[in-house]
């Protein structure tokens, strides 16, 4: 079996010119995330904007897009598109748990509240990036939610 030097690998420079280009690119990469406060989230009404990286598609929600409520002394309230609920939550840094409580029981036909209710069973984490607030699960983007 041949062994190979890095010259050999390396003839011309494009190695090189390769990794530095790519160091350049990735210093040059920012993200705008911030992290996400108790203060930030308490009083304000955020309303669903995406679903599992898809744009909401708002015929599955008859009843408008699912919103969230935080309040200070860790509850959450709002819309499933459907149904209202009221819930808690915790908060730890970036680790997030969500429990929707009670919920209201109407039927909306051809409803995407199962859908959102079945994501939440799955965040833990969340971010805050150019106004919008992220709810993952570890590092995939579950949810994400606009302030209304």
């Keep these: 079996?041949?062994?190979?030097?890095?010259?050999e690998i390396n003839s011309g420079?494009?190695?090189?010119l390769v990794l530095l280009i790519t160091v350049a690119l990735l210093s040059?990469?920012?993200?705008?995330?911030?992290p996400v406060s108790k203060e930030m989230l308490n009083g304000k009404t955020w309303e669903m904007t995406r679903l599992a990286g898809n744009e909401l598609n708002m015929?599955?929600?008859p009843n408008g897009a699912p919103t969230i409520?935080?309040?200070a002394d860790g509850k959450i309230s709002g819309q499933t598109g459907c149904n209202s609920y009221q819930g808690s939550y915790e908060m730890k840094g970036?680790?997030?748990s969500l429990d929707l409580g009670w919920m209201t029981k109407m039927f909306c036909l051809e409803s995407g509240e199962l859908e959102f209710t079945m994501a939440v069973i799955v965040i833990?984490?969340?971010?805050?990036?150019?106004?919008?607030?992220?709810?993952?699960?570890?590092?995939?983007?579950v949810m994400e939610f606009r302030s209304k």
Excluded: H, P, Q, W
């Excluded at 420079?13 to 090189?16: E, V, W």
């Design 69 to 71: 409520t935080f309040t």
């Design 94 to 96: 970036d680790s997030l």
């Design 124 to 141: 833990n984490r969340m971010k805050y990036t150019d106004g919008r607030l992220i709810m993952m699960n570890g590092a995939k983007e």
């Design 28 to 34: 040059g990469c920012k993200t705008n995330d911030k």
């Design 1 to 7: 079996m041949k062994k190979y030097n890095v010259k």
């Design 59 to 61: 015929s599955n929600y």
């Design 13 to 16: 420079g494009s190695l090189s």
